[in-house]
């Protein structure tokens, strides 16, 4: 039998609750997934506001964050990059997203989940989805 770890309920609304007080900050609206460790999501928020196609965004990105291991932004380099890059469709299922602002949690170096955010411009993305995740291993 193997054991895994993934994030729980209160993780997810820590990292929501901070995001949403970044983003409200910010005057802002964005969409707000956190999910588990395959990436299926354990909590949502859309802000009043928010894009409505940034909710599959924002599922896809944590989705993506959780299955690689790694930020969608270094997804999107790697697909976009001339040289050395690929597309999307190698890595063999449409839920994968390079746009930034997913990003994997990990505990003991195995991933338990992810956070993602869509509906800002991506660096902001970036930025807030860094702070729900910051939220998780500061608990």
């Known amino acids: 039998m193997i054991a895994s770890s993934t994030l729980g309920y209160e993780d997810a609304r820590g ?7 970044e983003v409200t900050r910010r005057g802002k609206a964005a969409v ?17 506001g928010a894009p ?25 380099k790697k697909v976009r990059d001339a040289e050395q890059g ?3 469709a190698y890595y063999g299922d449409p839920r994968f997203c390079g746009w930034g602002g997913g990003i994997p949690v990990r505990r003991d170096g195995t991933v338990v989940g992810s956070v993602a955010v869509s509906g800002l411009p991506e660096a902001e ?7 729900g995740a910051a939220a998780i291993s500061g608990s």
């Open 86 to 88: 690929f597309d999307i």
């Open 15 to 21: 990292a929501i609750d901070a995001i949403l007080a």
């Open 32 to 48: 707000i997934v956190v999910a588990d460790a395959h990436g299926e999501p354990i909590a949502f928020a859309r802000m009043d």
């Open 52 to 76: 409505l196609s940034s909710i599959a965004v924002a599922a896809n990105k944590a989705w993506t964050a959780a299955r690689a291991g790694k930020p969608t932004a270094d997804i999107g």
């Open 125 to 131: 993305d970036m930025e807030v989805a860094t702070v």
